[in-house]
């Protein structure tokens, strides 16, 4: 009988690629998640040897003989502490979280105080292979931003941004926010309104501009004003009294915007606590059609966001670089979904 108080004899590449009868070259293609060109009854007796000899790669053997640190840093610029209750955000986590797992990277999260960027230990401790970025700002402190995290010469992949000037290693990810606004926009006009309120959130995000844009173009041409509030959707009970208090004060818009899902909430919730209908009287849509609008009644008009692939374009990409030394493409961009409802 074998003695189980014994120390476990760890196995080696080596004997895993006796085991399942490959080359120690792609058992380690394996282990690292890089399947190209490999047949799936190849992967699976090597994840089956991986399996029978409990197998664990030696992460500080590789740090050391490789300079990596075999972690991604993602860096979240957002002002709010409670940053992760954004359903987007949540989303584009989970995304780069479950891919660098699989591909046996580790994944270190921090939030960035705007004020303060140098405050996050990613960037003063230098703990990573590469960055993932998640901006917000005015279009100018987001430059100046990107360009002290290039100090840090480190890739980066940076996420809902067009592709920034003077930033070298550096790739986008992002979603067609304009093209889903028009989209959506071209709805509205079905409702030949003459009035429309854009809700923003007060943190300026990327995202949010590139979709007023597309509304602007939309709507503007059309003949349709378009006014804008600006709440803060971090504080749900001041953003309610923020537009409670806008409506009563001016004439009722035939249509009101959310820019994301949790505005256009706002919206329904204000307009019925008000005693106004949807869409009878207002007409209302969202953006991103997340799933906690699903018990909303009526149905939200929304787009769909591919926030979720968006996290594992950008961490494959970014591990893609670490590897292979260069990004295979500078700019992605991910189509969005226009999702009919009864809110217009």
Known sequence: MRDLSAPRKVATLREVAEAAGVSIATVSKVVNGRFEGMTASTRERVEAA?????????????SLRSARQSRIGML???????????????????????????????????????????????????EADALAVLLSGTAP?????LARLAELRHPMVVFQQAMPGGVEDVCTVRQDDVGGARQMARRILERRPSRALCLLPRQRWPAIEARLQ?????????????????????????ALDALREHLAAGPLPDV????NDRLAVVAVEVLQAMGHKVPEDVGVSGFNAFPF????????????????????????????????????????????????????
Request: charged share 25%; proline share 7%.
């Open 50 to 62: 991986v399996r029978e000899l409990a197998y664990r790669p030696n992460r500080a053997g590789r």
């Open 293 to 344: 609008t699903t018990p909303l009644r009526p149905r939200l008009a929304t787009v769909r966001s591919p926030a979720y692939r968006l996290g594992e374009l950008g961490a494959r990409l970014l591990i893609e670089r670490i590897e292979q030394g260069a990004f295979a493409t500078r700019e992605t961009v991910v189509p969005v979904e226009l999702v009919e409802g009864e809110s217009l």
């Open 214 to 238: 597309g509304f602007e173009e939309v709507l503007a041409p059309a003949g349709v004003t378009l006014s804008q509030l600006r709440c803060d959707e971090g504080d749900m009970e001041g």
């Open 76 to 126: 979240i610029v957002d002002p709010s502490p409670r940053f992760l209750v954004d359903p987007f955000i949540t989303n584009l986590v989970a995304g780069i979280s479950n891919e660098v797992s699989m591909r046996g990277y580790g994944l270190l999260l921090s939030r960035i105080d705007p004020e303060e960027p140098e405050s996050s230990y990613i960037v003063k401790g230098q």
């Open 256 to 259: 009101i915007i959310g820019t």
């Open 141 to 145: 402190e987001r430059e100046h931003l």
